[in-house]
């Protein structure tokens, strides 16, 4: 098996960097070099990422031979397009899109960080109170200033830091709208719980392959768990099957290795 050489940039607690990570890893796409971006220190507004790698100022980014795709979608999409012969084939069937198109149209955004302001309705959340507490302070304080900062200092990319610095004083998430996506949420699990009822236990969602689908919904799972709403949607007898499903996945050598790195 070879291809063009890749390269990544990322950071290990980022959605949609674990949803590339866990991609590459089913695809077995084990070689390649990468560089952690630091969210906390807010190092994707450093002015040669933006300027060399994603004006976005957004993780992450791979580069595929000598082309540059950010967007973790249009990365895994690339990907499977590029690497054929002798790799998994990871697009899912028709029934399996449908749940990929589902756990897709989930607002992520909302669901941590309402799970983050909102802590009277999570439990047993993974995501400890200091980080968390010091992330928030961070967003609301340090990235404003960093950005006036950086379009000051670099007016040849000024109107991107000034887009960014709008998104983030514009960007909020009342309760209302947690509640709408936790009320969504319950809807496309329960779907997800009925097909999988219809499916041989040790079947994935399409049948005996992992998908795209699979990968999306294994990766909503943890972040339920992770900033802990999970509870609301399985376990203690809620959801059976849906439960021995993360478990399974929990279980792979894939899964430890994007979500307990220092474990795997």
């Keep these: 098996m070879s291809g063009p050489k890749l390269f990544i940039w990322y950071h290990p607690t980022s959605f949609y960097s674990q949803k590339v990570l866990l991609y590459m890893k089913e695809k077995r796409l084990t070689n390649y070099d990468y560089k952690v971006v630091n969210l906390m220190e807010m190092e994707q507004f450093d002015y040669d990422f933006v300027k060399n790698v994603n004006p976005k100022s957004e993780i992450p980014v791979v580069k595929i031979g000598d082309k540059i795709v950010p967007d973790s979608s249009t990365i895994i999409q690339t990907l499977e397009d590029t690497f054929k012969e002798g790799y998994p084939n990871l697009t899912p069937s028709d029934k399996g899109h449908h749940f990929e198109q589902l756990y897709n149209s989930l607002e992520i955004r909302t669901l941590?960080?309402?799970?983050?302001?909102?802590?009277?309705?999570?439990?047993?959340?993974?995501?400890?109170d200091e980080p968390r507490l010091n992330y928030l302070t961070k967003i609301a304080t340090k990235r404003p200033a960093i950005l006036k900062a950086q379009a000051e200092a670099h007016p040849d990319v000024a109107e991107i830091y000034n887009e960014k610095l709008q998104q983030t004083v514009n960007f909020k998430v009342d309760k209302a709208r947690l509640e709408c996506e936790l009320v969504k949420l319950e809807v496309i699990l329960e779907e997800t719980e009925q097909h999988l009822l219809q499916m041989d236990e040790k079947s994935w969602l399409c049948g005996n392959n992992i998908t795209l689908a699979d990968i999306y919904l294994?990766?909503?799972?943890?972040?339920?768990?992770?900033?802990?709403?999970?509870?609301?949607?399985?376990?203690?007898?809620?959801?059976?099957?849906?439960?021995?499903?993360?478990?399974?996945?929990?279980?792979?050598?894939?899964?430890?290795?994007?979500?307990?790195?220092?474990?795997?």
Excluded at 112 to 128: C, D, K, Q, S, Y
Aim: proline share 5%; glycine share 6%.
């Design 218 to 264: 294994a990766l909503l799972m943890r972040r339920l768990v992770y900033v802990g709403l999970a509870y609301r949607y399985w376990g203690n007898g809620k959801r059976p099957n849906l439960s021995a499903y993360y478990q399974r996945w929990s279980e792979k050598k894939s899964f430890k290795e994007v979500f307990y790195p220092t474990s795997a």
């Design 112 to 128: 941590t960080f309402g799970a983050m302001h909102n802590v009277e309705l999570t439990t047993n959340r993974e995501i400890p």
